[in-house]
């Protein structure tokens, strides 16, 4: 019954893959004839060309004849004249905005003021100069009496290149400059542009930190540098930083107009949140419905560690209200009125043992791992239906063969036949793509459906419920509590651990890794350097290798009489199990790691092993716990006055080794955020840390 190793295997199923719905334009095609070019076809259409680059990114690399295009029925800048030259009134002239152009170019251009060319243009350019909008120029007729502004230049004075004076004029309070990137622009020439630093336009921008997508549009003002304020500041030095100028003129923070280029093609912008007390990463992330690299991207200086009372970029409108959780008991409060309904779907393959002519049944089950897990777990919770009858549930229950592999199963065909859209909730199948395609075919009805075994995060459905917290929250929540800790954090990766060393490079910054030596292994020294006296010390170690970890602890254990060290792990390891790496070792350094599950020693978890050896002839393994929690936390929330979906947003629940305390991702269900922070103590047990 001890089936341990092909846990790691059956859990090995599909990458993740993230969708996002979204609004679908309504577009024509249109076939390039020879000759013609994005601005001519924008003109028909009466579009802009950044409309069509929007829909069609290629082009901007150029257009062949008879390729096809999308054009959107409506454009995203009104477009005042079609016709280029055609005069709008008897005193001014049209002009159509080409790439690279600015306010200043046009005005040398036709020989007229920047102020002439706002005034004729209204309201038209509050918000910047876009590509291919129609401009009024004003004749030079109703400007006889207006003389033609010339820069001014100041010498000796290195600063920022504006070539646009227009956009470093001060803008009213309030209104924001764009800019779309071009073909072959960088962000160097685009802050030069517009007289900011980097590192500014980064930060009016954070999804460009990573990425540089042609066709995005940059917040690249607020109030725009006022040009007095750069001659000011520049004034009497040969040599002031862009950062100084940037100060000195006052740059505020404006909404951003997407949370990601790529993420969504709705329009999100975003506010500002101040770090309250015991707030971790992870925790306003989920508030916001966003991963947390996510909101890492937002805001760079993440990397760095969360601090009380930062300011951070989150989504404007997003913000989930608390619900106030409380870890009640659902036994208590069962209606037993209502006749509810389950299903488990459980992958028994009958047909595939009975077509084994070869192997008997007994020889079968000694050989095949999965189907002992199966067994385990069914076992478990068999146990939980027969203690929802001495409660006296009111559910019906029906047990499915879901006949699965990795890639196939038969949940189609069970649904068609077994009318599984009437259920109240579903519990399976085991691998995740047919937990996901059971999810598909019932999100119209919205039936619950709860994945039992599977880490993996894939497709996500409104009614999909996974059960087992993901890796990454069970990685981040550890980092989150030692953070908390304010303690000092120190990593040894092993080479053989290049994700767990980007993950810590990319997601961890404030936590220092441990120099190796040239062959990669352990260097004492190394360690004992990033030790802090006036702090707690946690040394992160990501090796499989008995020699790294036994030179690891020895290490720590030396240090002991100069400093507070803890050992901690990622992940469950089975090395630490090895009988070179005692007990005794693993209690002194207080071993900390996440877990999924905790060790029960009250009177309700003894008498369920007594029970269950009973009627098994042995102990429950894992497998079995798992489903019995799975189960019966189930059939508890089927069995309340409330809908399954209410008791999953406010009431969170502990059974026998597993916690259930499921977070809403957005609007596209539900994940699992019940896990414990466990830690060897002195006296060799294993307890929860506080």
């Not at 929007?54 to 690399?61: E, F, I, R, W």
Request: proline share 4%; with cysteine; hydrophobic share 35%.
């Amino acid at each position: 019954m001890k089936n341990c190793i092909l846990f790691s295997i059956f859990l090995t199923i599909f990458p993740f893959v993230f969708t996002v719905s979204a609004k679908q334009e309504k577009y024509t095609k249109h076939t390039v004839a020879k000759g013609e070019t994005i601005n001519m076809i924008a003109q028909k259409y009466k579009v802009t060309p950044y409309d069509i680059y929007s829909l069609n990114p290629d082009s901007q690399n150029g257009i062949q004849q008879n390729s096809v295009l999308l054009i959107p029925t409506s454009a995203s800048v009104v477009v005042i004249n079609s016709s280029q030259n055609a005069p709008l009134n008897n005193n001014t002239d049209s002009h159509l905005v080409q790439p690279k152009e600015t306010l200043y170019s046009i005005s040398k251009q036709y020989g007229v003021t920047i102020d002439a060319l706002k005034t004729a243009n209204g309201d038209l350019l509050n918000n910047g100069l876009k590509i291919g909008l129609n401009i009024k120029i004003p004749t030079s007729g109703s400007l006889q009496n207006v003389a033609v502004s010339k820069p001014e230049v100041t010498k000796k004075v290195i600063a920022p290149v504006v070539s646009n004076p227009a956009l470093v004029k001060a803008t009213p309070k309030g209104e924001t400059t764009y800019h779309i990137i071009e073909h072959k622009e960088t962000k160097f020439g685009i802050s030069k542009k517009y007289g900011m630093t980097i590192s500014e336009l980064e930060r009016l921008n954070p999804q460009i930190v990573s990425e540089f997508p042609i066709g995005f549009k940059l917040v690249v003002s607020g109030n725009a540098i006022n040009q007095a304020v750069i001659e000011t500041a520049t004034r009497g030095s040969t040599v002031t930083s862009d950062s100084e100028i940037a100060k000195k003129s006052n740059v505020t923070k404006p909404p951003v107009e997407k949370l990601t280029a790529e993420k969504t093609s709705t329009k999100k912008y975003l506010e500002e949140y101040i770090v309250k007390p015991k707030e971790t990463n992870t925790t306003i992330a989920n508030d916001y419905g966003i991963s947390e690299k996510e909101l890492i991207s937002l805001n760079p200086e993440l990397k760095k560690g969360i601090k009380l009372g930062m300011i951070l970029w989150v989504p404007k409108g997003q913000r989930k209200e608390p619900v106030k959780k409380e870890q009640g008991n659902l036994i208590k409060t069962i209606n037993t009125n209502a006749r509810k309904q389950l299903a488990l779907l459980l992958p028994f393959n009958i047909t595939k043992i009975e077509s084994d002519t070869l192997n008997s049944t007994k020889a079968q089950l000694k050989k095949d791992k999965f189907l002992n897990l199966t067994l385990d777990y069914y076992s478990g919770a068999l146990m939980a239906i027969d203690s929802a009858k001495v409660l006296g549930m009111n559910v019906d229950i029906k047990i499915l063969d879901s006949q699965e592999t990795k890639n196939s199963s038969n949940v189609a065909t069970l649904v068609q036949q077994n009318n599984l859209q009437t259920m109240d909730a579903i519990i399976g199948p085991f691998y995740q793509s047919n937990v996901e395609k059971l999810a598909e075919l019932l999100v119209q009805t919205k039936t619950p459906v709860i994945s039992p075994l599977s880490k993996e995060v894939g497709k996500k459905y409104a009614n999909l419920y996974q059960s087992m917290p993901s890796a990454d929250f069970l990685r981040s929540s550890i980092f989150d509590f030692m953070k908390a800790k304010k303690s000092n954090i120190i990593a040894v990766v092993d080479t053989k651990k290049g994700s767990v060393k980007q993950y810590i490079q990319e997601m961890q910054t404030n936590v220092r890794i441990a120099g190796l030596s040239e062959k990669g292994t352990f260097v004492a020294d190394s360690l004992k350097v990033l030790f802090q006296k006036d702090k707690l010390n946690y040394v992160v170690l990501a090796s499989e290798s008995t020699g790294m970890i036994l030179a690891t602890t020895n290490a720590m254990l030396a240090a002991q009489k100069d400093y507070q060290v803890q050992l901690v792990i990622l992940e469950q390891n089975d090395t630490f199990d090895f009988e070179e790496i005692s007990l005794t070792r693993l209690t002194k350094l207080k071993l900390l790691y996440p877990s999924l599950s905790r060790p029960n020693e009250t009177e309700e978890a003894n008498q369920f092993d007594a029970k269950y050896k009973k009627i098994n002839k042995i102990i429950p393994n894992q497998y079995a716990i798992r489903g019995f929690d799975v189960t019966f936390d189930t059939l508890l929330r089927l069995s309340q006055d409330k809908t399954f979906e209410e008791t999953i947003q406010i009431s969170p629940s502990e059974q026998i080794e597993n916690k259930f305390d499921y977070v809403q991702n957005a609007t596209y269900g539900y994940t699992n955020n019940g896990i414990y922070i466990l830690y060897y103590d002195t006296d060799l047990t294993i307890k929860e840390a506080l």
